[in-house]
C-alpha cells in the first residue's frame, strides 16, 4: 500500500464491491470518501420526490459500510462542487481526486471542467469506468464512425472482449485525517418533511443501497430470468426490477453481465432449453439499450434538447397544458394509459412497454412535445435516468432511425387486449373501473348503458370519455406531419444552400421547460490524461449528414395537400417564468419558466474516434440514431396497419 491521501469523490456509484475508483485509491494510501450534493448544478434535472428518496437511503447504506471497512463517508451540501472538493484537498492535505465516470451531457461538461480546475492546481485527478461495460470512446464501425443504430453496436459490443468484474472490495480502509464542514443525511435535504409520508410507502416495496442490490441480483438470477422473455409481453408482470440500483451505480454492470452468461453457459447443459436462451438474449439486450443510452449522449450530446434527426424541428407541437395535466393525472378516457400513469405517479415505476404507450400516447395521440414528457418521467421516475429517458422518448418520437415512425400511431384499447388481456392491470390502477367486464375494460365507450351501469361506470362523471376520438387523433397526427414538412420544405427553400440552418425548432415558440445550456470550450489537454482516463464528445457527423435521416414513408410527390392544422382553444401559451429546480411532477400544475430561444453552443461533428479539442459552433440538431428494437413483434392496429415494439 502506498502513502498517498486520495479523495474518493461518490457520485452515481454508490457500492462497494467492483468499484475501480475506491479500489485505487484504497490500494495507493489514504481514502476520503466523499459525496457532495449541490442542487444548483443539477439545474433543471433535479432529481424528483421518489429518486431523491432513493439517493438518501442509498447514501446511508454506503454510509455504514463505509464505516464498517474503517473510513467514514463525508457529505457535503455546497453551491460549489469544485469549491467543496478544493475544500476536501486543503483539509486533509491531498494529492490526488479519483472518480467513476458519468456520461449524461450535464456531467460530462461539469466533470471536465472540476477536473480541469484541479489539475490546473497541480491535483492529480483520475477518473475510472465504473458504469459500462465498454467506454463509448471504444466502439466505433470500421470507419471510425459512431454507431447509428442499436443492432449494429450491439452486435460489435459482443464481439469485444470485455475486462472480467477485477475489482474486489477493499477489506480495511484506511481513512486520511481532516475535518471538513460536512451535513448529516437529513441536512442534504433530498427528503421535505411534506415528503416523509409518502417516501415511506416506498420502503415497503424497494431496498435501496448496493448490497441489497446484490440480492436483488441473485434472486432475478436464479428465480425470474427464465421467465424474462415473458415477462417482456404481458404488463403488470415484473421484469428484473434492477433500474434504480443500476442508475445510482450500487450494481456493477459487468457483475450483471457475468452473472447472466453464467446462468447461459450452465442452462446450455440441459437440453431443450430454448426458453432459458432467449431470456438471456433479450435481457443482455435491455443491458446493452443502457449502454447505448450513455453511448449516445456521448457521441451525440445535446440529445436531451433536442431530436437526434431533425425530423422534428417543425413539428407543429400542441403545448396545451389541460392534455398535459390530463394525461399526467391519468385522465385521458383511454384505460391502459391512464392505469400506467396512476401507477406511475403511485409507485414512481412502470414495465418497459407501459414506458412505450403512455410515451407515445403523450406525442402521438395529444400531440405535446416530447420534451414535457421526458421532464415528468425524470420527475416521476424511482430509476429516472437522463440518458435512458432521452432514448426512450426519442425512440417513440420518429427520432431514431431503428425506432417507430412517427405516424406509426397504436390503439390503446388493442394493445389492452394484447398486454393486459384479462384487464387485472387496469382494473388494479383503475377502481372505478373494477367492475367493467373484461370485454369492455379497455374500451368502456363502447359498452352499452346497462353494461356501463352493472358496473357503476359513469363515463364523463366518475371515470372521463376519450379526450379525443382516435380516428380524429390519427388525421390531427397526420396534419401535423404534413404541416412539419411544408414547414422543412419552407425553410430548405430559403436556404438552398443548407449552410445557414436557423437553430432553433419550434418548441422554443411554446411554452417551454427550460432545459440546460451546455456549452463545451476549447481547453487545453488535461496533464493527466492517459489512454484510459475520461473523454469528451468529440466530433462525430456533420448535421446534414444524408445518410442518418429516417427515411419517411411517403416519397415527396406523394404527399398529400396538408389542411389547416388544428387549433386548440384551449392553447395557454403564457411564458415561463425562469426557476430552478422546476418539476413537471406537480400535481396542480406544472411551474414556468421562460420561454427563450434556444441559442447554444454544441460540438460540432466531423468523423473521428480519436479525441480532439472541443469546438464552439452553433447549432441545435444533431441529426442521429438510437437504440434498437429488442424485439420486434407484430401487432394488428385498428386500420390493419402492421406495426412493431420496442421492449
Ligand atoms: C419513454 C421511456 C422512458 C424511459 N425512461 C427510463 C429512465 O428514466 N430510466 C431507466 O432506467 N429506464 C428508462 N426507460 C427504459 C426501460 O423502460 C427501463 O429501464 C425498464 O423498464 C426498467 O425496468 P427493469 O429494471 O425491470 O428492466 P429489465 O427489463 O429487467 O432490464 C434490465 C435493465 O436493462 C436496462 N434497460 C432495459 N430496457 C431499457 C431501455 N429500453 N433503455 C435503456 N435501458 C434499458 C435497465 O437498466 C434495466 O434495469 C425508459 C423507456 C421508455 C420507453
Not at 479519483?98 to 480546475?117: A, C, G
Request: aromatic share 10%.
Amino acid at each position: 500500500m502506498g502513502s498517498s491521501k486520495t479523495i474518493v469523490w461518490f457520485r452515481r456509484d454508490l457500492r462497494i464491491e467492483d468499484n475501480p475508483a475506491l479500489a485505487a485509491a484504497a490500494r495507493d494510501g489514504c481514502v476520503f470518501p466523499v459525496f457532495i450534493w449541490c442542487p444548483k448544478e443539477e439545474e433543471q434535472f433535479y432529481p424528483g420526490r421518489v429518486s431523491r428518496w432513493w439517493l438518501k437511503e442509498s447514501l446511508v447504506h454506503l454510509g455504514q459500510s463505509l464505516k464498517s471497512l474503517g473510513a467514514e463517508l463525508v457529505l457535503i451540501k455546497t453551491h460549489s462542487t469544485v469549491a467543496a472538493l478544493l475544500d476536501c484537498i486543503e483539509t486533509i492535505g491531498a494529492t490526488r481526486v479519483v472518480f467513476n465516470r458519468l456520461y449524461d451531457p450535464i456531467s460530462l461538461v461539469r466533470d471536465h471542467n472540476i477536473k480541469e480546475e484541479l489539475v490546473e492546481l497541480g491535483i492529480s485527478v483520475q477518473s475510472y469506468n465504473g458504469d459500462l461495460l465498454y467506454e463509448p470512446w471504444e466502439i466505433y464501425d470500421e470507419r471510425g464512425h459512431a454507431f447509428t443504430t442499436f443492432e449494429a453496436y450491439w452486435d460489435k459490443c459482443l464481439h469485444m472482449q470485455m475486462e472480467p468484474v477485477s475489482h474486489l472490495p477493499p477489506w480495511r480502509l484506511v481513512p486520511a485525517a481532516g475535518t471538513v464542514m460536512k451535513s448529516s443525511v437529513e441536512e442534504l435535504g433530498l427528503e421535505d418533511e411534506a415528503e416523509k409520508s409518502s417516501n415511506s410507502l416506498l420502503g415497503r416495496g424497494w431496498s435501496p443501497g448496493w448490497s441489497n442490490a446484490d440480492k436483488a441480483l441473485t434472486e432475478f438470477a436464479e428465480h425470474h430470468l427464465i421467465d424474462y422473455v415473458d415477462c417482456r409481453l404481458k404488463v403488470g408482470t415484473s421484469t428484473s426490477l434492477l433500474s434504480p440500483y443500476l442508475h445510482f451505480g450500487e450494481l456493477s454492470v459487468r457483475k450483471v453481465f457475468q452473472c447472466v452468461q453464467l446462468k447461459q453457459l450452465l442452462w446450455a447443459k440441459e437440453e431443450n432449453n430454448l426458453k432459458g436462451k432467449e431470456s438471456v438474449t433479450l435481457f443482455l439486450k435491455s443491458i446493452g439499450l443502457r449502454e447505448y443510452s450513455r453511448y449516445l449522449c456521448f457521441n451525440f450530446p445535446f440529445t436531451h434538447e433536442r431530436s437526434l434527426l431533425s425530423n422534428l424541428k417543425y413539428f407543429p407541437w400542441n403545448d396545451n397544458q389541460v392534455c398535459f395535466k390530463a394525461w399526467r393525472q391519468g385522465r385521458t378516457g383511454y384505460p391502459l394509459v391512464d392505469a400506467g400513469m396512476r401507477e406511475l405517479w403511485a409507485t414512481g415505476w412502470i414495465h418497459n412497454r407501459i414506458r412505450v404507450i403512455v410515451s407515445s400516447f403523450a406525442v402521438k395521440v395529444l400531440l405535446l412535445p416530447w420534451r414535457w414528457g421526458m421532464k415528468y418521467f425524470w420527475d416521476t421516475l424511482l430509476d429516472a435516468d437522463l440518458e435512458s429517458d432521452i432514448l426512450g422518448w426519442q425512440y417513440i418520437s420518429g427520432s431514431l432511425p431503428d425506432g417507430h415512425e412517427l405516424e406509426r400511431l397504436d390503439s390503446p384499447e388493442i394493445q389492452g387486449s394484447r398486454f393486459d388481456p384479462e384487464g387485472e392491470y387496469v382494473r388494479q390502477w383503475l377502481p372505478e373501473l373494477a367492475r367493467m367486464p373484461t370485454e369492455w375494460i379497455h374500451h368502456p365507450w363502447d359498452a352499452t348503458i346497462a353494461v356501463l351501469k352493472a358496473a357503476g361506470v359513469e363515463l364523463g362523471i366518475n371515470y372521463p370519455k376519450p379526450i379525443i376520438d382516435l380516428d380524429l387523433a390519427r388525421e390531427r397526427l397526420m396534419e401535423a406531419i404534413f404541416k412539419m414538412w411544408e414547414l422543412e420544405a419552407a425553410a430548405r427553400t430559403s436556404n438552398t444552400n443548407g449552410t445557414n440552418e436557423v437553430v432553433v425548432d419550434n418548441t422554443d415558440d411554446s411554452e417551454n421547460l427550460a432545459i440546460p445550456k451546455v456549452v463545451l470550450k476549447e481547453k487545453v489537454t488535461c496533464p493527466t490524461n492517459s489512454s484510459n482516463d475520461q473523454r469528451v464528445p468529440t466530433n462525430q457527423y456533420s448535421q446534414n449528414n444524408p445518410a442518418y435521416r429516417k427515411r419517411s414513408k411517403y416519397m415527396e410527390d406523394e404527399r398529400p395537400q396538408p389542411d389547416k392544422l388544428h387549433n386548440d382553444d384551449n392553447v395557454v401559451g403564457t411564458s415561463r417564468k425562469d426557476e430552478d429546480l422546476s418539476s413537471t411532477a406537480e400535481s396542480s400544475s406544472a411551474k414556468k419558466q421562460a420561454t427563450s430561444r434556444c441559442s447554444f453552443s454544441v460540438p460540432q461533428y466531423c468523423s473521428s474516434s480519436e479525441a480532439k479539442p472541443m469546438q464552439e459552433c452553433e447549432s441545435s440538431d444533431l441529426r442521429q440514431p438510437w437504440q434498437a428494437e429488442i424485439e420486434m413483434e407484430q401487432s394488428s392496429t385498428k386500420d390493419g396497419k402492421q406495426s412493431h415494439f420496442i421492449v
